[in-house]
């Protein structure tokens, strides 16, 4: 078992390491090692940050894959505390930076996670459902064979009255062929560029008048009907529409911090490129992930 792959936060890695951690009185220990003590806010952060593939144990595997990981880092916390390695300056540089990154994380999370409703997801759903241009699915069935002369024949076929779903099931080449040919419904981008296009450029009830070659062979298309594409349900994108949220509320919280405080970067090549970032961040960048 991957037993140290294990990260340790900021607020495990600060209770390792204070001279007086504070616990609840309702935070009890689950383990000791030495004269350092485990306690179940510890394991409950060190279940939080397991690895990916730790992540997906059942409940009590994680904890022991946590607690197995939290008495490893424990062991060696007492190892850097005998030799004074807390009271260095790299160690003290360090654990200013990740108390930052923990504040603003947490800073993060009241503002932007915790402050974004069903509600306002719900929203931008309807927002962005109404901003989509319309597009059409067509319901097509097809009849695939090797040579054009073949395909030549089925439209001479079908020009006599002849079933077009009764042609497929005896002629076509498709897997679908038993189905009479049929596709279902597709829309723009499903098919290779030749079908699609010839697809698209009929009516309900035609068919090809010429076969349409592809990659595949010769096609004789018809159109059973057409139609203006659904958007997609709201419950299949509500995550992706949760992280549009999120993103214009946290460019908002970065906007105002910066109009609080003066920026001021003393290298011309890393101002530069600390503007162009911000120009893509203003224009739509990832809401940055938060550690938990």
């Known amino acids: 078992m991957l037993r140290h792959k294990f990260l340790v936060t900021a607020a495990l890695a600060a209770a390792i390491f204070s001279q007086a951690p504070v616990f609840a009185a309702d935070d009890p220990v689950v383990a000791t090692v030495g004269s ?17 593939q730790l992540a997906q ?47 603003h994380n947490a800073y993060f999370r009241k503002h932007v996670v ?7 997801i719900k929203a931008r759903y309807d927002k962005e459902v109404a901003a989509l241009p319309k597009q059409q699915e067509v319901h097509a069935r097809h009849i695939l064979v090797k040579t054009e ?16 779903a009764e042609i497929a ?36 009830g035609q068919y090809t008048k010429t076969p349409v070659k592809t990659q595949f062979g010769y096609h004789v298309i018809k159109i059973e009907d057409k139609r203006d594409a659904a958007p997609p349900p709201f419950d299949q994108v509500q995550d992706q529409v949760k992280q549009l949220v999120m993103r214009d509320k946290y460019v908002a919280l970065i906007e105002k911090a910066k ?34």
Do not use: C
């Open 36 to 52: 350092l003590e485990i306690h179940q806010s510890e394991l409950d952060l060190a279940v939080q940050n397991l690895d990916p």
């Open 169 to 204: 099931k005896e002629k076509s080449q498709d897997s679908n062929k038993d189905e009479g040919g049929d596709l279902g419904w597709f829309g723009p981008g499903r098919m290779v560029p030749e079908f699609e296009e010839a697809a698209f450029a009929l009516d309900k």
């Open 57 to 103: 144990l059942p409940d009590e595997q994680k904890k022991v894959a946590a607690l197995s990981g939290a008495i490893d880092v424990k062991l060696l916390a007492s190892g850097a505390m005998s030799e004074g390695i807390k009271d260095t300056e790299d160690f003290k540089k360090r654990m200013a930076y990740i108390g930052d990154r923990e504040l």
């Open 259 to 292: 109009a609080d405080q003066k920026i001021d970067i003393k290298d011309e090549a890393l101002k530069k490129g600390y503007d162009e970032v911000s120009k893509m961040q203003d224009a739509g960048g990832n809401v940055p992930a938060v550690q938990p």
């Open 149 to 164: 002369d073949e395909a030549k024949a089925v439209i001479a076929d079908l020009d006599k009255g002849k079933d077009f």
């Open 114 to 120: 915790d402050a974004t409703t069903p509600e306002e």
